[in-house]
């Protein structure tokens, strides 16, 4: 006897059950579809050609209105369901009720809607389904100016949609990368990249606080501040199972509709289906799983056995042209280890992650015709030891090859490309080197192979070693670390030239072997972006060694220093009481004056930092950072004010120079001091920057050290005033921050690259001297700032010092 079965939704899921339930037994149900939508079953994935005016509604349309006919299946069609009766066994749609013997939903997901201000303004459009595409066109012939708020793979759609329709787009993302959950952040950089490419502005960790408008959405307001004018305004943001039927009906629900393994609801009567159902607390957004219950549902619903189950899923993407791919799980762990491979010239990125001699997770940009074979590899969980070495280069050299690391690039052929700036191939690079190219050097007198952007060096070093086996001989230069084969001088360049301006384009553009760096050159190329791109850059915390992201030392005994800056050793009685009662207050054993002229309280707990910090700030101290790769102290005598000695007045020099240069960020620590006549009861001659006052004027002296190495400075020059003396400086600081590599002081730096270049750049060529100086003030607009009262003010910051539970004491009790 055919039962009657109402389905409520029209979507790709559905869609599917009911072609299933027509091939195994087209007259086992009168079939009745509910759809809130006036049209039945499209291809939703395809709804962003449709957008970008690749496809019509037309070219996606799966089920026409003849096939329903054709079909038997009754069509209620902009219809929407009002409620079902479970008693009854009646579904009440706006247009009346239809009984039912069996019931199933397919709701489907619905919009999340950021609820700021203004989110209900016209103006504001989700992207769900086909209206929301035609209001998006619509939208889109009047021109003007739209903001994506979402960086998933919708939002992403969207942009590249409306920027084909021409407007002026630009994506929000909360996150730090694209796509967050299919992406790791080297992926998530090449995407924006492409994205940016197309005309599309894209902004992370954009938090949107309100739309703006009167009577229709004409701009967004970022929490920063930042005001981005609209025209319309996407809402990307994510979606969650549409469950308000179900839940009226009071079936069991949690986040999706609960199903059991034959998509049964908590009612044997009613199933569900696709993206409204949860499973053992899964969701589904993917095509692939709702396909897999579509089946599963249909042999239910004939009474023949089959159970759902949930697969590892890889998700291959093009995303507006873009080919990604991500299977597994790439999340860093403990005992896992990455392969990666990177191609910067043609932005290819591959990444595979193993843990114990399996392929557990992948991500690939760029090139994912190997995605299908990686993908079996983690499904099948493949012991990949014997094929370690070259796993990253897909199956094409697998099969027994040789587990030699070279023997991908001696397979390469002749005409494979190696260096991408000069189009130099393999045969060029082979050929120069049996012409008697023996080095790095004559290879790049020849054939400019790595003698650009320098990131093919490490391949072309490769094929030196290939052809001349044990007669090559590897350069000395050493390089950052294990991630990569340059040197810090070469990453420094590379940033610049390259204009590098996040560490993501850093590990992708110079071929970094990690994802995201190590503990050894994370802090090296967090601090030279700064430094070079001080505007654009934002400065990364967890790249930072521990007593800089506490903004105070760590003691043997677990405690923290805390050194209060005092302007060229001046202090007020009132800063000294701030610091007696912040010692007497937080219990501080120790109190010393250190040889930089400033108070150290010695023995602070890490949970009282916040507190002692905001009780010296209402005193007017700020941070001595005592702790950074920055300047430290400007140490001075008394001058002129007191010592009768004095040519100059010392301490008012000191106090300026520290208040311009407190807060920087240098290469290593750096230490000045001023000196009010030759005396030099300052000790300026050994420090990394000293001025020693003289009757006509200042010596400026450079380089002095007096830690673990003795070493006196060498005179920089000598000016008149101290506006000059500052300009210097300012000149001096810069460049040192500019060129020096990472952890040198400025006495090592200066070794390498002699005083005579650095006078020629600061003393001899004025104009240079003032644009480091305008850089550095450049700088300082961004760095200068207190981070202590940031982290004492700061409620969520205060939280990270609270300490963790005593856990030995509740283990007593």
């Given at each position: 006897m055919t039962q009657k079965l109402v389905i409520i939704g029209a979507g790709m899921a559905s869609g599917r059950v009911i072609e299933q339930l027509l091939d195994a037994d087209p007259s086992a149900y009168d079939i009745t579809l509910f759809n809130a939508e006036p049209r039945g079953n499209y291809n939703r994935i395809m709804l962003s050609p449709v957008l970008s005016g690749d496809k019509t509604y037309e070219d996606i349309v799966t089920h026409s209105d003849d096939w329903y006919e054709q079909n038997g299946v009754t069509c209620r069609f902009g219809e929407h369901v009002v409620k079902f009766d479970r008693e009854l066994k009646v579904v009440e749609g706006e247009n009346g009720h239809v009984p039912y013997d069996k019931l199933i939903i397919a709701t489907g997901s619905a919009p999340f809607?950021?609820?700021?201000?203004?989110?209900?303004?016209?103006?504001?459009?989700?992207?769900?389904?086909?209206?929301?595409?035609?209001?998006?066109?619509?939208?889109?012939?009047?021109?003007?100016?739209?903001?994506?708020?979402?960086?998933?793979?919708?939002?992403?759609?969207?942009?590249?949609?409306?920027?084909?329709?021409?407007?002026?787009?630009?994506?929000?993302?909360?996150?730090g990368h694209l796509m967050e959950r299919q992406l790791d952040e080297a992926a998530g950089y090449l995407l924006r990249e492409d994205l940016e490419a197309r005309g599309i502005t894209v902004k992370t960790q954009a938090s949107t606080k309100a739309i703006l408008g009167e009577g229709r959405a004409g701009a967004v307001l970022l929490e920063s501040g930042e005001t981005l004018g609209a025209d319309l305004v996407v809402m990307a943001v994510g979606i969650r199972p549409e469950t308000r039927l179900a839940n009226d009906a009071h079936l069991t629900v949690a986040r999706g509709i609960e199903v059991n393994a034959q998509m049964q609801t908590s009612d044997p009567d009613i199933y569900a289906v696709g993206e409204c159902v949860e499973f053992d607390g899964h969701l589904f957004g993917l095509v692939a799983p709702l396909y897999d219950q579509a089946k599963v549902l249909a042999d239910s619903l004939l009474d023949q056995p089959n159970a759902f189950a949930v697969k590892e899923l890889a998700t291959k993407l093009k995303v507006?042209?873009?080919?990604?791919?991500?299977?597994?799980?790439?999340?860093?762990?403990?005992?896992?280890?990455?392969?990666?491979?990177?191609?910067?010239?043609?932005?290819?990125?591959?990444?595979?992650?193993?843990?114990?001699?399996?392929?557990v997770?992948?991500?690939?940009?760029?090139?994912?015709?190997?995605?299908?074979?990686?993908?079996?590899?983690?499904?099948g969980g493949t012991d990949i030891s014997r094929m370690r070495e070259t796993l990253i280069f897909g199956p094409a050299f697998q099969g027994g090859a040789s587990a030699d690391p070279l023997s991908a690039v001696a397979a390469l052929p002749p005409e494979a490309e190696i260096c991408g700036c000069n189009g130099v191939c393999k045969g060029q690079i082979t050929s120069a080197i049996e012409g008697g190219a023996t080095d790095l050097g004559a290879?790049?007198?020849?054939?400019?192979?790595?003698?650009?952007?320098?990131?093919?060096?490490?391949?072309?070093?490769?094929?030196?070693?290939?052809?001349?086996?044990?007669?090559?001989?590897?350069?000395?230069?050493?390089?950052?670390c294990g991630c990569t084969s340059h040197t810090h001088e070469d990453v420094r360049r590379l940033i610049k030239s390259q204009e590098l301006k996040s560490q993501a384009a850093v590990w992708q553009e110079l071929g970094w072997t990690t994802p995201n760096g190590c503990h050894v050159c994370r802090p090296a190329v967090n601090y030279y972006l700064l430094a070079d791109w001080p505007l654009e850059y934002r400065d990364d915390p967890q790249s930072r060694f521990v007593n800089e992201r506490k903004h105070a030392n760590i003691q043997k005994d677990g405690t923290f220093s805390v050194v209060p800056r005092m302007w060229g050793?001046?202090?007020?009685?009132?800063?000294?009481?701030?610091?007696?009662?912040?010692?007497?207050?937080?219990?501080?054993?120790?109190?010393?004056?250190?040889?930089?002229?400033?108070?150290?309280?010695?023995?602070?707990?890490?949970?009282?930092?916040?507190?002692?910090?905001?009780?010296?700030?209402?005193?007017?101290?700020v941070s001595g950072h005592a702790y950074s790769k920055g300047l430290r102290t400007v140490k001075t005598c008394v001058g002129t004010d007191h010592c009768r000695f004095g040519t100059q007045d010392s301490t008012g020099l000191g106090i300026k120079l520290e208040q311009h240069l407190w807060g920087s960020w240098t290469p290593h620590k750096l230490k000045l001091a001023v000196s009010g006549c030759p005396r030099n009861c300052a000790e300026a001659t050994c420090k990394d920057i000293g001025v020693v006052c003289v009757d006509s004027g200042y010596e400026i002296h450079v380089g002095g050290a007096a830690g673990m190495e003795i070493k006196g400075t060498e005179l920089l020059c000598k000016v008149e005033s101290e506006d000059e003396a500052i300009e210097v400086i300012s000149a001096m600081t810069q460049i040192y921050r500019e060129n020096a590599k990472y952890l040198d002081r400025i006495y090592k730096w200066l070794a390498k690259v002699g005083l005579d270049w650095i006078k020629e750049q600061i003393v001899d060529?004025?104009?240079?001297?003032?644009?480091?100086?305008?850089?550095?003030?450049?700088?300082?607009?961004?760095?200068?700032?207190?981070?202590?009262?940031?982290?004492?003010?700061?409620s969520t910051t205060r939280v990270q010092y609270a300490p963790l539970a005593n856990l030995t004491l509740e283990a007593a009790e």
């Open positions: 809607i950021i609820p700021v201000p203004g989110h209900d303004l016209p103006g504001v459009i989700t992207y769900r389904d086909l209206d929301d595409t035609n209001a998006m066109i619509e939208a889109a012939a009047k021109g003007g100016k739209a903001v994506v708020i979402g960086g998933g793979l919708l939002g992403l759609e969207a942009a590249a949609g409306l920027s084909e329709r021409g407007m002026d787009v630009t994506v929000l993302h909360l996150m507006t042209g873009c080919d990604l791919f991500s299977a597994g799980d790439f999340a860093e762990g403990d005992g896992r280890e990455d392969i990666v491979f990177r191609d910067p010239a043609r932005g290819i990125y591959k990444r595979l992650v193993i843990e114990d001699d399996r392929l997770g992948a991500v690939m940009y760029g090139d994912t015709a190997d995605g299908s074979w990686f993908f079996g590899l983690i499904q290879i790049r007198a020849q054939t400019k192979a790595s003698a650009s952007c320098g990131t093919c060096t490490g391949l072309v070093e490769q094929l030196l070693s290939v052809t001349l086996g044990d007669d090559y001989a590897v350069p000395q230069a050493q390089p950052v050793g001046i202090t007020t009685p009132d800063e000294l009481r701030a610091i007696a009662d912040a010692a007497d207050k937080y219990d501080v054993p120790t109190v010393k004056v250190t040889g930089g002229q400033r108070i150290d309280l010695l023995g602070v707990k890490g949970e009282d930092l916040p507190g002692i910090w905001s009780d010296l700030n209402r005193a007017g101290l060529d004025l104009e240079n001297r003032k644009a480091l100086a305008d850089r550095f003030t450049l700088s300082q607009s961004i760095y200068r700032k207190d981070p202590w009262a940031e982290h004492a003010q700061d």
